[in-house]
Every structure is written in C-alpha cells, then in structure tokens.
C-alpha cells in the first residue's frame, strides 16, 4: 500500500460515520504520523456530532469535544492523502463531482481492509444501532491499522 501523510473519513454530513472512525484510528498507534481529517459530501453549515454518536463515541473513551462538520472540497484531494468513504453509492457521488479526485486514493474504507459489507448508515436509530455501527467501524479501522503499518 502507497503510503498516505492524510487519511480523511468521508460521510454523508461529516456527523456521525466519519467522525466515528477517525476518533477510532486516532486511537491506535501507527509506525508513521499521519493527519486524520473527517470531510461531508453534504454540509449546508457546520454542525456538531450527531448526539448518538458523540454517545456512543464517548462512553468508548473517544474526545469528540469541539468537533464540527467540514463541506468536502476539491483542496481536499492531494496526492498523499487517502480518502475513505462508507459507501460505494458515496464514492460514485464524489467522483463524479470532485475532478481534482484521484480514483487511486478513494477508496470504499471496507472494502480496502477486504471487508465485503458497507459500514451502515445509523441515521434515525436507536442508540443500540450507533453501537452497532461504532462496532463494526472499530473492528473495520483495526484492519485499516495492520494494512497501514504492514506497508513499513
């Protein structure tokens, strides 16, 4: 694997999903630093963690104090930056509408650890269901860790 000095999560509203798995990387240790950012496809104005998820992220011992939801943007895309997305239908979306997106570095986050479901949207569930989702981005992203130390 090519190795990335930025890996930016990418959701639908950069409030839930993406912001999720980026506190769940920056967990971990890597063997070489890299810059965790969380981008939205849609963001109309900034916005705070969805409540469930900042509840499930905090009792999971994640900081989510002072987060904000950031609009995608075509600066976003460089070369050393890894895009992860939580959905094919998202990708397709960002790759038709940002050019300076190189299909290289965007990648659907579990299919790139050989995972074959999407991590799925907990938008309007129960509290339970932002578990599940926080679970399965946790074991995702530890796949995501091994892949991205291997490369050392």
């Not at 980026?22 to 981008?39: D, H, M, Q, S």
């Not at 290289?104 to 991590?119: A, D, F, M, P, R």
């Amino acid at each position: 694997m090519k190795e990335y000095n930025r890996i930016m999560f990418v959701c639908g509203s950069d409030t839930c999903r993406a912001p999720m798995a980026a506190g769940i990387l920056a967990e971990y240790n890597l063997k070489r630093p890299v810059e965790i950012l969380t981008r939205g496809l849609v963001v109309l104005f900034p916005e705070p963690l969805n409540q469930k998820a900042e509840t499930v992220m905090i009792s999971n011992g994640i900081n989510t104090e002072g987060f904000m939801s950031t609009q995608l943007s075509e600066e976003d895309f460089t070369e050393d930056t890894l895009v992860l997305l939580m959905e094919h239908a998202q990708m397709e979306k960002l790759l038709e509408k940002y050019k300076n997106a190189n299909p290289e570095n965007v990648c659907v986050l579990t299919e790139l650890v050989g995972e074959e479901l999407e991590i799925i949207d907990p938008y309007g569930g129960t509290l339970q269901t932002y578990g599940l989702c926080y679970e399965m981005l946790r074991k995702t992203i530890l796949k995501l860790v091994n892949l991205l130390n291997e490369g050392e």
